[in-house]
Every structure is written in C-alpha cells, then in structure tokens.
C-alpha cells in the first residue's frame, strides 16, 4: 500500500460519533505534552515552539482549530479574564476594526477552571482560556467552523473532552502513523517535516559546576522507501553508509561506530550501531551513540533513530557516562516506537 493509504496506529480504538447519515471518526493527535482526539479528515498544518510555550493548529476543509500555551512563573499569574482581554486587543488590532462577542462565561477543561467566549468574525468562533497548574501554562484553544450544526458541535464537544495538557512522565507523540515517546524532560528542539523525510530532535540538558550533560533523541524517517533505496532495502549498513551517516557525523564529530550488528525489534529486523565519541582542547567532551536503523513494509519507509549522551568538563577532570544507564535508555525508548 502506498503511504497515506493505511490507516493511523491508534494506541486505542478510533472513537465513531454518528450524526444522521454522517458519521465522525477521531484519532489521536499527541504533540509538545498535548494528547487529544481530532477528527480522522484533519491534518497537523502548523506547529512550533516547545513543549513550554508554542502552537499548532490542524485544519480540515471547513474548520480548523489552534491550540497555543505559554509557560509562566507561579508568581507572575494573571487572571484569566487579563488573558481574554489582551486576545480579544490582538484580535481586533490585527483585523483593524472592533470585534464584537456574544457570550463569555465559565467552564471546565480537563478538570481546570476555563473561561469561554463566542467570537462572529468572518466564521463561527468558541474560544477557550485555562491555566494548567502541574505543567504551568496558560492554554488557549480556538475552534473556527463556517456554520455552527450537529456535526460542528460535536467536533468541539470531541476535542475538549480528550484534551490531556498535564499528568505524563513521558510525552506521547504522533507523527502521521507512527507514535512513540519520550520523557518529559526533553523538549523538540529541531523539526523539518518534509515531503519524503521527516526529522525531530529532542534534547535534554543538565548543568552542575564545571559540568555539562545532555541527551539527544534524533528521530528521522524517509518515505516511499521502495523508491528512493531500493537496492538498499536488503542491506541497510549500506544505506546508512550512503544516504546517511554523513548527516550523523556532521552533526556529531569524531563520532566513531563499532562493528554493527543486527536485532529483531517488534516485527522488524534492525541494524544496531554502537558508537562513542571524543575531542575537545580547553574542554575535554565525551559521548555515547546508538543508531538504531530498520525498515518498515508496512508504511514503506526507511527509521533510523540515533540516541545519544554527551559529558563536557575542563581539561584534566574525569569524564563518565554510564554506559549500563544509557544503553537502558536507549532500549527504552525504541521499545515504545510503533511505526504501524
């Protein structure tokens, strides 16, 4: 099947809503800490920032809606009412002319308190304001639909029921049909999704006097395998060898791979390469990588996913990572990819 024809692996059944003779079916969307469940027809169009303060917004062909959230300091909260205010001041500065609402009153959203508000521009507009207490972000999602039916309001009703913005030790994420996760303390840092490639990096750092430390997940898959690599489909070394390791040792110098080897994971057959790295004059850096590479007939695309973890410290101190750790890590995180 090509890509884009299979459906979406949902880690729970897609949930069908009926409307006369029309009927809904909503998947899961996981980004930046957000998990909640849009409608099969919508698609990811926008996104940026983190998981601290940033946006996305899906679309379908007559609505869309975005979500936006900014982290803020316990001590620096704002009313809530402040936040409708300087939205509605946004709103109408970048339209040039006042806008007129029609209801603003209380609500609930994933049990936090929530103030809602009817906006008529151009569409129909419900707007819903909240403050997250366990991830300290202000939350604000923004539903726009050419008419107000059935179909629209259970959309809504759909959406802010699944919405979770709080309560994971690992942030759930889905990339079209694939889903993993990855610890909370990593933030994306880098994203290009492109026709052909997708690539995320995740990065978590830690600092201590004299010390630095960080992890990075580097996530990339490319699609219509069977077309770009085919004489490659049956040697993944060699792929990685052409088409990619030259990215890899960009990004990492002085990385060097071990003999690679090569491990059944979940239905695929996978190539594992284990690698360390060193350099530094001033600062003495030392790092660990495992690049996990394999391919999925499934969705017809070529994974290949690189964890690593590096330690920074003056010239003359011990460097240590703990390879057992690491490699637990890594492990860790590979086991919880489904790519179909």
Known sequence: MHEGSKKIYLATPPMIWSIGVRALEFRNLCWNGFLLRVPWEARLVREGGNAKT????????????????????????????????????????????????R???????FNHDALFMSVKTDVEERVYFWYCEESLRVMTILFAFRSLNP????????????????????NLWTVLETEFEVPSSFLLTERKLMVGRTHLLFL??????????????????????NVQFESYLKDLNKWVEKWYLKDLKKRY??????????????????????????????????????????????????????????VARPLGAKLRID??????????????VKCH
């Not at 790295?277 to 695309?301: M, P, Q, S």
């Open 54 to 101: 940033g946006s996305m917004r899906i679309e379908a062909e007559s609505y869309f809606f975005e979500v936006k959230w900014e982290e803020v300091q316990p001590k620096k909260i704002k009313p809530l009412s402040e936040v409708v205010s300087a939205f509605i001041e946004k709103l109408e500065k970048e339209s040039k002319r006042k806008i007129p609402f």
């Open 103 to 109: 209801a603003k009153r209380q609500a609930n959203v």
């Open 151 to 170: 179909a629209s309001r259970t959309i809504m009703k759909q959406v802010l029921d699944s919405i979770r913005c709080h309560g994971e030790e690992t």
């Open 204 to 225: 978590e750092q830690k600092f201590s006097p004299f010390t630095q430390r960080r992890r990075e997940i580097l996530f990339d898959y490319f699609s219509m395998a």
């Open 253 to 310: 110098r002085g990385m060097k791979f071990e003999v690679p080897a090569e491990e059944k994971i979940s239905t695929h057959i996978a190539l594992i390469k284990k690698g360390r790295g060193r350099g530094g004059f001033t600062t003495r850096k030392f790092a660990l990588y495992t690049n996990v590479t394999w391919y999925c007939e499934d969705l017809n695309r070529i994974y290949s996913v690189t964890t690593s973890e590096h």
């Open 323 to 336: 390879e057992e750790t690491f490699e637990d890590f890594s492990k860790e995180f590979i086991s919880k």
